[in-house]
């Protein structure tokens, strides 16, 4: 009988039988059965390792009926009648016949098939010491970056770099492995290397590697931010980004290569999810990623899609400044004070209500710092995941007059009036896969600078939601009537890039993928000098 797929050609396949006195006697099967042609390329080209499986012998397979179509025949795997077969799928010399008990129960094709696979996986996933998922993030540190990548294995944690483009590597710089136990089922191990490196010129390209003598990374770029204030630093923002249909991804990465930015905002929700399928879809993501994060600082904060396990994959993966596992902390980018928090303590309080607590009580003491320090650094900008206001077709927290992100629990913590009474400037926030700037705002409430320029000597911050870098969830869609404080809305995917200029002017542009990289919202948003710690 003939099998589907195989043409006239035959199929060849490596057998040797137990019983037979030279091991390694190739017998040519024309007919394979349910193994096909793909599980013979399988065997002899996809395990880079010797792997052998046991089959029954062909007596004991078992015969479809004449009525259930199509027919496999038993004889179509490897002819040792009555005895137990090794398949060998390299050069190597076949392992010991095994001792098999004669009640064992035979195994159909099938079962031979899935446990065939199985061993081909294992093979596939061989532990390995080359890095993988190299990223890059600025702990706050002048003159440093902090390298994070991931190994299979345990290694030395070292990155050799310099600033010749080729030849060899002059720097050293170590640093420390932590290992990440995933919360799912299998419990797989991650190792996870962080080195920070030191004494960087600003504004100067670097080439690095990362690895140990048991394995190195390719090499990649990045070129060390500027000190100081005096000086325009470049951003991509966006939000909600998964492992599949990262619609943003690709004009990301060529915009990286162009060098147009100096540092990307990931404004919470990542992989969806980097723990789902015992967080290979966390690899998967990190990996997609690397091109754009291995050569720019990638600054993060939490969203919901991160929650499972206690944000556990979001905590190791990711390296951010402060001691708060990258829930919250804040750093200094040219003329700008950043400062990133999580909008999920308010929601996941099974975690410990602590936590919102001890944020609330951090933001409170960063903002008075930050505005001492406003002379020398006058904006403000923040990012959370979840918006405080938003017009979006669902029933998400911004939808809700009482969000909890903007009025607090209990009457308590709530971040719209602590931002508005330390002047915070702008508002970056996601989670809505979409893209909406709102007009200067606070409790419900317009104060645009004038009529002609409302961004100009805004009396409220302004609020930017830019989720639609793309996901499996696609596209959020927005109410009929946009709401009076909405002043632009887009559902198209793609992700924002911000200019701050100097100290009292910012750019803003919303880039549509859906559009081939088109414009589709610009704007100057502009403060003055000073006077700036309190909205007049």
């Not at 002059?170 to 932590?178: C, K, S, V």
């Not at 004070?337 to 009580?361: A, D, K, P």
Request: with cysteine; hydrophobic share 35%.
């Amino acid at each position: 009988m003939e099998s589907r797929g195989m043409g006239s050609r035959p199929a060849r396949m490596q057998c040797w039988g137990t019983g037979e006195q030279d091991r390694r006697t190739r017998v040519t099967k024309s007919r394979m059965g349910c193994w096909g042609r793909r599980c013979q390329r399988r065997l002899q080209h996809r395990a880079p390792h010797p792997s052998w499986i046991t089959t029954p012998p062909k007596s004991s397979l078992p015969h479809r009926g004449t009525d259930d179509r199509p027919t496999r025949a038993p004889s179509a795997l490897c002819p040792s009648e009555g005895t137990w077969t090794w398949i060998h799928t390299t050069t190597l010399p076949s392992p010991p016949a095994p001792h098999l008990s004669p009640t064992m129960p035979p195994l159909s094709g099938c079962w031979v098939l899935l446990l065939f696979s199985a061993g081909v996986q294992a093979a596939l996933e061989s532990p390995s010491a080359v890095p993988e998922h190299v990223h890059l993030s600025y702990p706050g540190e002048p003159g440093s970056m902090t390298v994070t990548w991931t190994t299979w294995v345990p290694a030395r944690s070292e990155v050799q770099f310099g600033v010749q483009l080729s030849g060899p590597l002059p720097l050293r710089a170590q640093g420390f492995l932590t290992t990440f136990v995933d919360g799912g089922i299998l419990k797989r191990k991650i190792y996870i290397h962080r080195v920070t490196l030191r004494k960087l010129l600003p504004g100067v390209q670097y080439i690095y590697r990362c690895g140990s003598a048991q394995g190195w990374s390719r090499r990649f770029r990045f070129r060390a931010l500027k000190n100081g204030v005096h000086w325009s630093p470049r951003l991509a923002v966006f939000g909600d980004m998964g492992a599949d249909n990262a619609k943003a991804l690709p004009r990301l990465r060529r915009d990286t290569q162009q060098g147009m930015y100096d540092a990307i905002l990931h404004v919470g929700d990542f992989a969806y999810n980097m723990d789902q399928d015992n967080a290979r879809v966390g690899d998967r993501f990190m990996q997609l990623i690397e091109p754009v994060a291995a050569s720019l600082p990638y600054m993060t904060c939490p969203g919901n899609h991160e929650q499972r396990y206690n944000f556990s994959n979001y905590k190791a993966r990711f390296s951010m400044p402060g001691n708060s596992e990258g829930l919250w902390y804040s750093w200094d980018l040219g003329p700008a004070h950043i400062i990133s928090f999580s909008t999920e303590v308010y929601f996941f309080l099974h975690y410990g209500r602590h936590l919102l607590q001890r944020q609330f009580r951090w933001l409170e003491s960063d903002l008075q710092k930050a505005n001492k320090n406003r002379a020398a650094r006058p904006w403000i900008i923040t990012m959370g995941h979840r918006p405080m206001y938003c017009s979006n077709a669902d029933l998400d927290d911004c939808t809700k007059y009482e969000s909890k992100v903007r009025r607090g629990l209990g009457g308590k913590y709530g971040l719209e009036d602590l931002f508005y009474k330390h002047g915070v400037d702008l508002e970056l926030w996601a989670h809505e896969h979409s893209y909406e700037r709102l007009w200067p705002i606070y409790n419900y409430q317009v104060f645009n600078g004038s009529l002609h320029q409302p961004y100009t000597h805004p009396r409220g911050p302004v609020h930017i939601i830019t989720g639609s870098a793309g996901c499996e969830e696609r596209l959020t869609p927005f109410t009929i009537r946009p709401r009076p404080w909405s002043a632009v809305r887009v559902k198209e995917y793609g992700y924002t890039r911000m200019h701050i200029l100097n100290g009292t002017h910012i750019h803003i542009q919303q880039v549509s993928d859906d559009q081939d990289g088109k414009i589709v919202d610009d704007f100057w948003l502009v403060r003055p000098l000073h006077g700036r710690m309190v909205y007049l």
